[in-house]
């Protein structure tokens, strides 16, 4: 367990309800969920209703990378700016990247192999945009941050194992800081994936699966100060290689991040489709009576970016008192589960 | 007040158990012998059309095992490619160290499973049924492929997944040996893997990165590399805390840099490259001086050689270096887990595997030309670049 805490010193968000946390946790306390935009599958043609974000504005320093990239880069960007204005400015040699995603740019991806099955070969400038690490590249030379820069994927656990990966630099003495991002787009090849997958559905009230959505989380981590909000332990994640077994080994993991202590509140990773279904189950077993936030069923479902909002979702009900100590559970969709304890730093 | 972490005082990782796929062999006792003889492993691409590309050859591993382990696992039919080249290696691996039961697996990849997203992408046009979809897509997934193969072995650690481009495979290798030298786990298991797949190899092609000739890494006339494929796994472990003799490496040190310069092309002066080795070198305490042999990133594209070769002039300028990739191809997020792999080989063998289709040289450096080259070796040191400017060094030790 990684543990001893790190201090959340800045954080920016861009979602489907904007890009000012206070106004964006205002709808997610009042149940306003975004306005419900429609995308077509290809082939199937099925109506995806998801909730898409206005591309942001980034600053200068990022304009002219960015010039050919798809949103995802965009979000990440402006997300992260958001947070370094925040926590104030980062040593350029001693601060380490981490950037997270689940699908990554797949609106190029999908354009990219499009071309190559349709004509035979694809675009050169598409091709770059496609790789996983792009969006941490463009963040990086936004910042001038010339350290580490790792992107890690998953599905959105990847949220946790980027907190679990700062967290290890910062308590090994490798970096002062680190900048977590998580960033996701939107399309509609990958929509008609997780449709036959039965994980998404095209509406909020369907009850039969989540409402895919895309945005960035940026959090900057510190070692632990006073007066802040910590991300006091990450559980390292387990892997749930069947669903029976799964939900036992997702019940011990939330055992032991809680650590026989009994959370305030617990930030679920639900988001409408099975796997939160499970998760509420477990939790409401383990941790009877505690109070639970969805965050995900306001905003929709847009992994590991969402996983960061969870946190940022935590931190808001620490600072205003609400709570204490809250857990950050994740059931992702691809075989893995993980979750952090957020709490006051003294 | 900020905290001041209490760290417990750092162990040595080091490699107990190892495994090896690579166009040079499906095991290491094929590839010690490959990487002996210089063996040009490319060949004409047969997975997928390349009539309308530039390129057509790239280095693929023969999956036929001659019985294993696909046949112990027939499973893997059901797999993605990339899930059939990590099975092999890590089952190597597994046999050289019983009882090893990995904590965390830290894998590195680029494309992950992208032969079924690739099939899922042409299934949408050709009617393709919700149980295929399904199945394509779940295995798609870049964790996919590591969970596929840890389930034969009964294995549910965690899986963390680095997709740094080109540097995948080191920067997984390095946190691995981090997260063991910081003593956060005790048993860690490191991949680097990736299959060749259609939409890689168009993108290759399209930046023209790709050779239509041989892949001649620091060649005054290189045109470019060839693509490749395969999988390393490496299990580490602290060094005070297994026999001596189940060591075969260490880990000394790493750097990591980002060089901030373009999406695809390394910065002309070296300055990521000489960045990470710098910072691999103090982070090991070594001097260039202590370095024996450095196993360069090398793809063979006029770009990446002279940036890197200019780096290694100004850190290391006397020591000797190849690129294996003549012989393998570039095998992308596998490259540096499968070039560390081979630096052990070569540490053990007292051999530096040499830089095949060698003419003539621009770059000033003591290239290991088209033979490998004895040598009582202790010290190497690898390198692994990718897009985005992610530049890793990791830096192996033979055991004393």
Sequence with gaps: MTGDGVSILGAGCVTPLGRDWEAVWGKIRGGERPALEMLTAPESGVPAGVYKTVIPGVPAAATARLRRSSAIS????????????????????????????????????????????????????????????????????????????????????????????????????????????????????????????????PHPDSRRGAILSEGAVALVLGPAAAGTVQIARVHPGKTLLRAASGRQVFRRLLEELADGDVPDLAVLSASGARPGVVEETIAGAVFPGIRFLTPKKITGEAFASSTLLQCLCARQEIQQKQASKVIVPVLGWGGQAGGAILSAAE | MAQSFVAPPPAIPVITGLGCVSPLGSDLSATRESLRVGRDGISAVRLFPVETFQARTAGQVPLDFEGRPEELFPASRDWTRAARLILPAMHEALAARPGFIPEIVVAGTTSGGMDFGEQFFRGLSGGLGNKQARRLVRRYVPQQPVIDVLEVFGFDAPVRVVSNACASGTNA??????????????????????????????????????TTEKCRPFDANRSGLALGEGAACFLLEAGDEVPAAAVRASVAGWGFANDNHHLTQPEPSGAGPRLSMERALADAGWTPGDVDYINAHGTGTPFNDSSEAAAIRSVCPQVPVSSTKGMTGHALGAAGAIEAAFCVLALEDGLMPPNINLRETDSALDLVANKARPFALRRVLSNSFGFGGANATVLLERPA
């Design chain 1, 74 to 201: 965009y979000f990440a960007c402006a997300a992260a700016a958001d947070a370094v204005q925040q926590s104030g400015p980062l040593p350029a040699t001693r601060t380490a990247l981490i950037f997270a995603a689940s699908n990554g740019a797949v609106v190029y991806t999908r354009r990219f192999y499009a071309d190559v099955v349709d004509r035979g070969s694809g675009s050169p400038l598409l091709f770059p945009e496609t790789v996983y690490n792009a969006p941490a590249s463009h963040v990086a030379a936004m910042l001038g941050l010339d350290g580490a820069a790792l992107t890690l994927v998953s599905d959105a656990t990847a949220g946790l194992t980027a907190l679990a990966t700062a967290t290890d630099l910062l308590q090994s003495g490798a970096v002062d800081r680190c900048l977590v991002v998580a960033a996701e787009e939107l399309d509609g090849m990958a929509w008609e994936g997780y449709r036959r997958w039965k994980l998404v559905s």
């Design chain 2, 173 to 210: 290798l390095c946190l691995a040996a981090g997260l063991v030298r910081n003593r956060r786990a005790k048993r860690v298991m490191a991949l680097g893997f990736d299959a060749l797949a259609e939409l890689v190899f168009a993108g290759f092609d399209c930046l023209r990165a790709s």
